[in-house]
């Protein structure tokens, strides 16, 4: 079962915007709507920020936003803040036989 | 309110059996739902390893397949997991958490850390 590729860190200012990319393949990333973000502050558990490749569900800020074309699906955090600052995991459904692959993390630091 | 609440041994000895509960309070395990336990290796990334669905289904990480079972008990409104002989390698913090259909997980507990050492 092979992991989702993610960028090691990604950065910005207060205010600017980042944008996290999460490739995948044909078996996964690419055949599903399946895709989902969440992000992971030190010590705490993940939060679900983006489900089904767009959704956002109740009480995530519109500042973050998911996009996908063909194997790769990506995460825009616009309008940087403090409390952005976290790691960010992509997952995808993969299947019924490896079901769900998560990708290897994306360290956001806003400088 | 959803909330979950994993509890497990804390540390387990090499090639030992560890067994793993997430109690499920303001819902129903018996509802339309996905239950999944999830592991998280200090300083590393997340990894998926085994969902169970309301109707009993059950997936699991390949890599994993062969050493874990997932269930649930719905008398007592938990679920639960079990991984054979474990190593070093299995270090981790572990989470339950629920989830839709469309394989996203929306609530989590807070994880509970496992150490495998003798």
């Known amino acids: 079962q092979s992991a989702l590729t993610q960028p090691p860190s990604a950065s910005g200012s207060p205010g600017q915007s980042v944008t996290i990319s999460c490739t995948g393949t044909?078996?996964?990333?690419?055949?599903?709507?399946?895709v989902s973000w969440y992000q992971q502050h030190p010590g705490k558990a993940p939060k679900l920020i983006i489900s089904?490749?767009?959704k956002r569900p109740s009480g995530v800020p519109d500042r973050f936003s998911g996009s996908k074309s063909g194997n790769t699906a990506s995460l825009t955090v616009s309008g940087l803040q403090a409390e952005d600052e976290a790691d960010y995991y992509c997952?995808?459904?993969?299947?019924?036989?490896?079901?769900?692959?998560f990708g290897g993390g994306t360290k956001v630091t806003v400088l | 309110q959803v909330q979950l609440q994993e509890s497990g041994p804390g540390l387990v000895k090499p090639s030992e059996t560890l067994p793993l509960t997430c109690a499920v309070s303001?819902?129903?395990?018996?509802?339309?739902?996905?239950w999944a336990w999830i592991r998280q290796s200090p300083g590393k990334g997340l990894q998926w390893i085994a969902t169970?669905?309301?109707?009993?289904?059950?997936y699991y990480n390949p890599s994993l397949k062969s050493r874990v079972t997932i269930s649930v008990d719905t008398s007592k409104n938990q679920f639960s997991l079990k991984l054979k002989s474990v190593t070093s390698a299995d270090t981790a913090v572990y989470f339950c958490?629920?989830?839709?259909?469309?394989?996203?997980?929306?609530?989590w507990g807070q994880g509970t850390l496992v150490t495998v050492s003798s």
């Open positions: 997952t995808s459904y993969a299947g019924s036989d490896n079901a769900v692959v």
């Open positions: 044909s078996s996964d990333v690419g055949s599903y709507d399946y």
């Open positions: 169970i669905y309301h109707g009993g289904h059950t």
């Open positions: 089904e490749v767009t």
């Open positions: 303001g819902y129903s395990i018996s509802s339309d739902s996905y």
């Open positions: 958490a629920r989830g839709g259909a469309q394989w996203w997980l929306n609530h």
